[in-house]
């Protein structure tokens, strides 16, 4: 398993599977090869915390996308970014007036990248300025919500896309392609642990007019999506219970630590952690009749790591939101489908589970899922 040809069988396995990284590692590597001539999406952030700003570190590298504008209620941040990213004054935007985006030639999309329960109103509002959208994770607070969303971005015939960088993910996509091949046999269990002990109790991530929930929003969620694309089928149960420590922390309506379990149609179940309380939680396990797959870290900004029944996995180690932009410009450019989708029906899709797992805590029994 260890011997040359199987490393380079691996390393040409991957460069067929994941054709963009290499545009992924002329950018992370700066390997000389042509200048792409393509076109690019010009890009605005809205939110400039500090996902945001990661995002806007990592758009540096890209090749199909640009940052070239803001919009942030701070003014003090906008001179701060555009003077790091060169971002013209007329690119420049508050939570007021940035409907005026609607005559601005030189923005193609904006990346929602504020507090989980603003993407709804703010999505729309995009959506209605004709501007393609990104929004972060989760894409709103419930799927009666995110349905609005998509049909809000569907009227004003607008692309909108959910920031699930993990789907781009190289040591992801490998498991993926052994799965469809069949390696791992019939999948049969997956096991997804997120989680991490959240600090400051005024952040509004446990504020629940902001966040619209707690650990499941903000982290359990890359269980829900995760035991999706690693089983490679959509749930049709879900059972839940929910235990809660820190009532003062975790005030009604967010949640501190929720198991939930996923029943799925050719017969595998998940059983997944969401936590708010605890460290070192990040981990697949996939389980099938012919082998297992372990991702683990799973979802963090990387480097991921993989093993899998037949050995520890090979795949390039990328900048994850360099390779999500670049990925993104070309579905929004030029059409392209991604191997796992990451538009809002894919994300209404989790919502439609969150809500349901927030259901079943109250719930004895199995709720029925129709995704
Ligand atoms: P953050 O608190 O660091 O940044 C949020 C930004 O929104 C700040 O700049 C803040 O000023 C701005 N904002 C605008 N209106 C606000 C309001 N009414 N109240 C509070 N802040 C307001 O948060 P973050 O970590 O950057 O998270 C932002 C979004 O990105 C969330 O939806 C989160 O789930 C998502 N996120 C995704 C990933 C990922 O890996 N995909 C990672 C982190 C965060």
Avoid at 24 to 48: D, T, W
Avoid at 193 to 200: E, N, P, Q, R
Avoid at 240 to 248: F, G, I, S
Avoid at 348 to 368: H, N, Q, R
Wanted: proline residues 5%; neutral net charge; contains cysteine.
């Amino acid at each position: 398993m260890n011997s040359r040809r199987d490393f380079l069988q691996k390393i040409t396995a991957a460069t067929i599977a994941f054709p963009f990284l290499k545009m992924a590692a002329h950018a992370n590597n700066s390997l000389n090869q042509k200048p792409y001539e393509g076109p690019v999406l010009r890009v605005a952030i809205m939110g400039l915390g500090s996902y945001g700003t990661r995002v806007a570190e990592a758009m540096q590298d890209c090749t199909k996308a640009k940052l070239v504008g803001v919009i942030s209620g701070t003014p003090s941040k906008i001179q701060t970014w555009q003077s790091k990213y060169g971002i013209p004054e007329k690119n420049c935007y508050n939570y007021e007036n940035f409907d005026n985006i609607k005559s601005n030639p030189d923005i193609d999309a904006v990346y929602v990248i504020t507090p989980n329960a603003l993407h709804h109103d703010e999505v729309i509002r995009v959506a209605k300025a004709g501007k393609h959208v990104i929004c972060e994770k989760p894409m709103s607070i419930n799927a009666s919500q995110g349905q609005e969303m998509i049909d809000a971005c569907k009227k004003a015939n607008v692309k909108l896309l959910v920031g699930y960088r993990m789907h781009f993910e190289p040591h992801t996509l490998e498991i993926i392609r052994m799965r469809n091949e069949g390696d791992f046999g019939k999948i049969l269990f997956f096991q997804g642990l997120s989680g991490f002990t959240i600090g400051d109790p005024n952040q509004w991530r446990l504020n629940k007019k902001l966040s619209g929930g707690g650990a499941m929003m903000d982290i359990g969620i890359y269980s829900v999506n995760g035991s999706r694309y690693m089983i490679g089928e959509d749930p049709i149960w879900v059972t839940a219970e929910e235990t809660k420590n820190d009532p003062v922390k975790f005030k009604e309506g967010v949640d501190e630590t929720i198991q939930f379990q996923l029943g799925f149609p050719g017969g595998a179940v998940a059983s997944c952690l969401s936590t708010y309380s605890m460290n070192n939680l990040d981990r697949f396990f996939l389980n099938g009749g012919g082998g297992f797959a372990e991702l683990n870290p799973a979802t963090g900004y990387g480097p991921i790591r993989g093993r899998t029944n037949k050995g520890e996995l090979v795949a390039p180690i990328v900048t994850h939101q360099t390779v999500q932009m670049d990925e993104m410009a070309d579905i929004i450019l030029s059409g392209k489908k991604p191997i796992v989708p990451v538009d809002g029906e894919e994300a209404l899709k989790d919502l439609k589970i969150i809500d349901a797992i927030y259901k079943a805590v109250k719930t004895p029994g199995k709720i029925k899922l129709d995704l």
